[in-house]
């Protein structure tokens, strides 16, 4: 998971999304096993204009599982070709209509021979959220279905690790 710590920014016409992620470890996990995982805040701009911007909480408190966390990854893939983590995505007005996975794909640069004049490629994340459903506090609440449930930060794009 150490490939994922730090800094990450994707950058097109206008927008700026920006991800810091650090690592926790040995996580709680509901008082049955422990694991590492990442935790983090974001910040969306639109043509300049502030869409949301978690990074002026404090970086959440992994240890508790009742903590607010905007970003949380706890699961993780490998083979010889790929790696990717897997958590939650907390959007502070849009997660309470609906629940967001998070996957997050670690993209290596392509190596470049000794002597190119052709530049190494920078390291990338591929960053994708799933809309998973409602959120509810019980069962007769009622949801507002006339508000979008995307969250308000671009849902599939590289961002580049700084």
């Not at 991800?19 to 983090?40: A, P, T, W």
């Not at 190596?111 to 959220?129: A, F, Y």
């Not at 809309?131 to 949801?143: C, K, Q």
Request: proline share 7%; charged share 20%; with cysteine.
């Amino acid at each position: 998971m150490d490939k994922y710590v730090g800094t990450w920014i994707w950058e097109e016409n206008g927008n700026k999304l920006t991800v810091v992620l650090q690592k926790s470890l040995m996580h709680n996990m509901y008082d049955r096993f422990q694991e590492d995982i990442l935790v983090g805040n974001y910040k969306y701009e639109e043509n300049g204009a502030l869409i949301v911007d978690t990074m002026t909480n404090p970086m959440p408190n992994p240890n508790l599982i009742e903590d607010i966390y905007y970003l949380r990854l706890s699961g993780y893939f490998r083979s010889p070709t790929l790696m990717s983590t897997y958590g939650n995505f907390r959007d502070p007005v849009q997660s309470q209509y609906a629940g967001y996975d998070l996957r997050c794909l670690y993209i290596e640069p392509n190596l470049v021979d000794i002597g190119s004049t052709q530049p190494m490629e920078p390291i990338k994340m591929r960053w994708v959220i799933i809309a998973t459903g409602y959120n509810r506090s019980s069962i007769d609440e009622v949801i507002d279905t006339t508000r979008p449930f995307m969250p308000r930060v671009p849902n599939d794009v590289n961002l580049v690790k700084q």
